[in-house]
C-alpha cells in the first residue's frame, strides 16, 4: 500500500519569508508526528498529533513554527519569518491506534538562503 | 531526563564480517524500543522493535538485536553484512508514560556503517 508522502520534496526559500510543508499519511493511521533532522542536532520531534486530541507542540523550537492537521489526515507545517538555522530535513511518520512503531515519510529538504 | 546513546558514530567493516551496532538508553519509565535504516536521501525505514515479549528480535534484512534490561541496552547485530548495508542506523526510544509527549521517539545521533568490498 502507499506509504507516508512528503511535498515538495526540496523548497529552496529566502530568509524571512514562510514556507510550508505537507504530509499525507497512511491511510487510517490515527497518530502523526512531524521531525526535524539537521546535521548538528540529529533528529528532533516537533509536533504530534493524535486522533481529535489536542496536538502535543512541545518540541516547536520557536512561535514561528506551526502545524495543523485537517480532517485527521493531510498535515501542513508551517514556518514563518524562516531563519538559516531553520535549514533541515523535514520528516512526517504516522502510526496506527495503539501501534509502537511509527512509519516515516521520504523528508522535505528545506534551504534557507 | 530521557536520552539515547549510540556510542559508535562511524563503524567500518568488511563485507561478509559480523557487525555490532551499540545503543544504549536512559529512561525512568517503561520504553519501547527500535532501530532505524536510513539509505542515502531516503526516508527513515524500520528494522526492528522491541515491545514486549522475548529480549531476541529479529528483523529484516538479516538484522537482530538484543533487550538487555539490566545494562539498558539494545545492541543491533548481523552476522554477515553486505555492500548493501551501507547507510545510518537510528536507535530510538518511545517512552510508556501518560504524560507529556509519550508518543513520540527519542533518537540517538546514528551510527554510519560503511560495508567494504
Redesign the interface.
Known sequence: GAG?SQSPSNKVTEKGKDVELRCDPISGHT?L?W?RQSLGQ??E?LI?F?GNSAP?K??LPSDRFSAERTGGSVSTLTIQRTQQEDSAVY?C?S?PQGA????????TRLTVT | AQSVTQLDSQVPVFEEAPVELRCNYSSSVSVYLFWYVQYPNQGLQLLLKYLSGSTLVKGINGFEAEFNKSQTSFHLRKPSVHISDTAEYFCAVRLLNYGGSQGNLIFGKGTKLSVKP
Open positions: 507516508v497518530a508526528y521531525y540529529g533528529l520531534f504530534y493524535q502535543d512541545s518540541g520528516l511518520a502510526s509502537g512503531e511509527q512509519y516515516f515519510g521520504p523528508g
